[in-house]
């Protein structure tokens, strides 16, 4: 038994218009306190697995693939090199792989840049003046080659 | 579990990773040992990851495995238990780690707005709804139709409230009267701030493994025996609220598969999901565990305390030890666990347990999830 | 298939692992002081929503002063709010119906809170009101005026008090509110 209802013409429906606002303040976690400290004092700091030994470039509570608690810190030195990378007009994006630590950091390339970037390239951290750190990811201003 | 606490400083990633770690120690199991992982957390809106299952998963011990997240609302706590049933009930899985995890404080400037988003755009959210509108509004027809009063409803609170103060984990336990309850602050008439559980950031898991290798792994295994699931229309307000219908649909659907006829006499305890007071007495009636309107009366008579003959919520339940969202129905089912096995210290009721029951409830007055529990 | 476990507790030489409950609360004065790191963040999610074609024409209703509601001839309920389908015998409904503006209270509540947490200058009374004219039981959601809280009583008849005509738009705030009738 067919129903008469279907949709007839375009001014019966309708669009309802509505926002919602939304407003966070997150707590970055036990691990990052560690991470967002050495920012501020312009260090890039690893988090060592104690079972496989794997070095990560970001702030872990635990590793991942052996689910232990980390509590071995490494400072990494904030030269690597250009794992990968994306252009939109002036801005670079880059993907930074370090040695002898699993996984990349993204972050972007200085502006303008001298020549096209390549895989491989060495780039390496510039950090922001001391007194304008604040433990945030932009603590480091860009990546440069060198 | 971890603790539950207004605000933690751990991620909810850190939380996820504390619970489930528990849980495997506990188990004498490490992470390779699991052949899957089952998350639950609520409405993504609360700490603004829009693919909140697959950000937690790292911290459940979801890396490389197969993973999935499920959803009821508050329904949640037990539902991932119920999922992670499945995963063994099929053979699909020997091992399967089942994880529930809230982190409700970075919604600013309250988490409760959270829940704004959840209502009907055109029709609702326009009046300036509230989360705590439909509680009220269930409370206050429950009252009328069953003629239950304030003080028979704030006999709950006082009740949780004190057992929590054995739990070492709870958020809010407190020696507190009758009188205090009543007194407290009007939120939303009839519902009054000690009415209320508090919001919560935590964690908690389970380990659920098949029967051969649960005999091998411990002498006294606890069992799940019966499961029960059912969500109702969302068009909530063409319901009667004062009676949970898909609560009790869900509870027979457990009690079925668990043979039990007499749910008053073959229950020996249960963890009632208690976000109000008023609920832990209409979840009781949808459960069976009490006729209709006559929840308040076995509260009055003691009954339901720790050393009465139908002990409910010994843990101190959301009222005394936190909410969580998704968490909570797992700490529920923990506590189940706990007592089954003798294990919950000053909270063990005094009558000797072999069956418990843990329920929870959520989204728009809509979904029960029921887990029966045996040695 | 055999029954299933619920988790133990593995300790085959006897010696009982201690359970510890991990966790770090922030104080309040950490938390307003923010002497550990905290990142915020701000979204305005914006929308525009497809009504549909049944809330579109109770909107269309509304706006022309009217409350509309759908019937499904197989179950024989006529449901407000409007849905294109009967979601318990999940077919198409049938036919719309024009029902009355006055209801009965099926509930309410006197909210001192708004839906950030913050406390209301004056209280708002809710309700759910079941509409005349539509299947036992058939409420909408809605606010109350013209009454003192204290009064308000759970089978109170109401009728919707609209906004004048040149203010509807075609939303559930074209009624501006539900108001008591006098009990004949």
Redesign the interface.
Known sequence: MT?????TNSE?????????????????G?A??KF??ALKEGKLLGFKCSSCSKVYALPLLFCPECFKEIREYVEIKPEGEIYSFTERGEEVVIAVKFPDTYGVLIHKMKKPLAGRPRIGQKVRAVFKKKEERS??ITDILWFELF | ??????????TGKE?AF??AR??L?????ERKDVDAVVLGSAPDAFD?FHMKGEQLLDGAGGFRKPYTRVFVGGGTGVFV?IAA?WH??S?LADIVLAVGEEKM?PLQ??P??A??TIF?????R????????IF??????YM?VYNVSEEDIALVAVKNKANALDH??AQLPARITVEDVLKS???????KRLDVSPTS??AAA?????????RK??D??????GVGWNVD?T?W?????CYPEYLEKAARMAYKMAHITNPRKEIDFAEVYDPFDYKELHHMEGLLLAGKGEAPKLTREGVTQRDGDLPINPSGGLLGVGNPIAAAGVMK?AEV?WQL?G?AGKRQVKKPVNRGLAQAWGDLMQVGTV?I?ER | ???????????NNGEV?R????????SPEE?RNES????????????????G?A???F??GLKAGKILGVKCNRCERI?V?P??FC?KCF?????WVTLRDTGTV?????????????RREK??V???IEIHGASP???????LGEVE?SRVR?GMQVKAVWKPENERV????DIAYFKPIEVM
């Open positions: 129903s008469e209802f279907r949709y019966e429906v309708r669009v309802w218009k509505d926002h919602i606002p939304l407003k966070y303040k997150y707590s970055i036990v990052a306190q967002s400290s433990g945030d | 579990m971890t603790l539950f606490r207004h605000r933690m400083l751990e939380m504390e619970a528990m849980a120690d506990s188990a004498g199991l603004g238990p049933w063994v009930a053979g404080s400037p309250h409760q707005y829940f704004w009907d755009q055109f029709l609702e326009p009046l300036g709804v509230t989360l705590l509108w009220a509004l269930e409370m206050r027809r009328h070492p984990a602050e009007p939120i939303c008439a009839p519902v950031d935590g389970v380990v659920l493994a098949s029967e051969e290798l649960a792994l411990t006294t295994p606890v069992w799940i025996t229309t068009y307000t063409n319901r009667d609220l089912v666990f096995r294990e887990v529990m | 298939m055999g029954r299933l476990d619920a988790g133990w507790h593995g300790c692992k359970l510890k409950f991990a966790g770090t609360p922030i938390w550990v790191f905290f990142k915020k963040e701000e979204f305005d999610l914006k929308y525009a929503w497809d009504t074609y809330i579109a024409k909107l269309e449901l709010p849905r294109m979601e077919r198409k409904v049938d036919e099926n509930t309410f509540s006197v909210s001192y809170v708004n839906n950030d947490a913050s209280p708002l809710v309700a759910v039981g058939m409420g909408i959601l809605h606010v809280p759970v075609g939303a559930i705030t």
